[in-house]
């Protein structure tokens, strides 16, 4: 059973480009969470997805940041007009349905140039 | 809201030496309490969890952490460190009616020969 998978894992972009951040989670898994992790600071919570649905945003910045799990397919961090303050590490997570731990990816380290 | 300190962000210890990891949480519901350890450039992994029960809780690769409610407290211990065990190490929290993680910024273990 593959983990969760998240590509790219490197991703450079200039400043005011897009980024797309991808995440499929573990199979069997539905409900997916993002996650940022700054240099030196632990991870602060984004967004929590089930398919199809955005379940609690609150950690998203209100601009530019958007998410997505459709039916197929993976989930979809978009970042747009990026700036070097979104460089970082983006972590994914899944877990099932009613389940209490959640399994991360090993990331996608942005940097905006 | 809950909150998560890790007291310590740079633990220096000697093989085969003990060591304890500190974490102190805030929260005005009941929690779930975890471990990650993250390994460089990797995703996070869980070293152990406290859902209920005992409220010692024994983990992979030989760590332990005991739940303490009146200090709410959940303090990672291993008896014996080896080289392998140098990684950063993240305590975590969730409210036991929801899918939200709250992290430490993480305390960075480094095990000296």
């Known amino acids: 059973n593959a983990g969760v998978m998240q590509n790219p894992r490197h991703l450079v972009r200039r400043r005011g480009q897009e980024a797309r951040l991808r995440c499929s989670p573990m199979?069997?898994?539905?409900?997916v969470y993002w996650y940022r992790q700054l240099p030196e600071e632990g991870l602060k919570f984004m967004v929590y997805?089930?398919?199809?649905?955005?379940?609690?945003e609150s950690g998203m910045p209100k601009e530019r940041f958007s998410a997505e799990f459709p039916k197929e397919g993976p989930s979809i961090l978009r970042i747009q007009q990026v700036v070097r303050g979104d460089s970082a590490a983006y972590f994914c997570?899944?877990?099932?349905?009613?389940?209490?731990?959640?399994?991360f990816g090993p990331g996608t380290r942005l940097t905006v140039t | 809201a809950q909150s998560v300190t890790q007291l310590d962000s740079q633990v220096p210890v000697f093989e085969e030496a003990p060591v304890e990891l500190r974490c102190n949480y805030s929260?005005?519901?009941?929690?779930?309490l975890f471990w990650y350890v993250q390994y460089p450039n990797q995703g996070l992994q869980l070293l152990l969890k406290?859902?209920?029960?005992?409220?010692l809780v024994k983990g992979i690769n030989g760590f332990e952490a005991e739940f303490n409610k009146s200090q709410t407290s959940f303090h990672l211990r291993k008896p014996s460190v080896h080289i392998s065990d140098t990684a950063e190490y993240f305590c975590?929290?969730?409210?036991?009616?929801?899918?939200?993680?709250?992290f430490g910024t993480g305390t960075s273990l480094t095990v000296i020969p």
């Open positions: 997570a899944s877990s099932p349905e009613h389940a209490y731990e959640q399994y």
């Open positions: 199979k069997g898994h539905s409900h």
């Open positions: 997805l089930q398919k199809e649905n955005i379940i609690d």
């Open positions: 929260s005005s519901v009941s929690v779930y």
């Open positions: 406290y859902l209920s029960g005992s409220t």
């Open positions: 975590a929290v969730s409210k036991n009616t929801g899918n939200q993680f709250y």
